[in-house]
């Protein structure tokens, strides 16, 4: 379990609700955090399910101006080839912006590490093309030379998860 504790009571905008989504979701209603989520897809949105969480346009400059943090989803834009317009708004209006991956490694797990006879090891793949391939070969030749391996992020589990 990540410790996103200091996320307790922040106003955290979602944007984008796939399977990165809900698992921020997730993570973020364990830490106590106050969520307005948001996906252009009108479908996602309808289908949101989850008691306590707001669904609210966060194209809405007023509305986005109240938050703390803004958790992207991967396949939005945040810079290239130009920033989703939400993405804009909180950049203009200095409010920071990340995405799972980096909430992963800013908690990083450090009191659980203590728990395991051996730290975990963690090997990110970034880059424009090839990750999902790089990745799904990482881990199956990881697999048969150390056995427990899992691999996430845009293949496999959301890394929050």
């Known amino acids: 379990m ?19 989504g809900l698992s921020v979701i997730k993570a973020m209603e364990q830490s106590g955090a106050l969520l307005t989520c948001w996906d252009d897809d009108k479908e996602k949105r309808d289908n949101l399910s989850v008691d306590g969480v707001t669904v609210r346009d966060l194209n809405n ?10 958790i992207v989803s991967p396949g939005i834009p945040h810079l290239y080839p130009k920033p989703h317009p939400v993405v804009r708004q909180a950049y203009e209006l200095n409010i920071r912006v990340d995405n799972d991956i980096g909430l992963f490694f800013s908690t990083h797990m450090k009191d659980e590490y203590e728990t395991f006879s051996k730290p975990p090891k963690i090997i990110a793949i970034t880059g424009s093309n090839g990750k999902s391939t790089a990745t799904a070969l990482a881990g ?22």
């Open 2 to 20: 990540l410790n996103l504790e200091n996320l307790r009571n922040k106003k955290v905008g979602i944007l984008g609700l796939g399977k990165t």
């Open 61 to 70: 400059k007023n509305l986005i101006r109240e938050l703390d943090l803004l």
């Open 140 to 161: 199956h030749v990881f697999s048969k030379v150390f056995g427990n391996v899992e691999i996430g992020g845009n293949i496999g589990k959301p890394v929050l998860e």
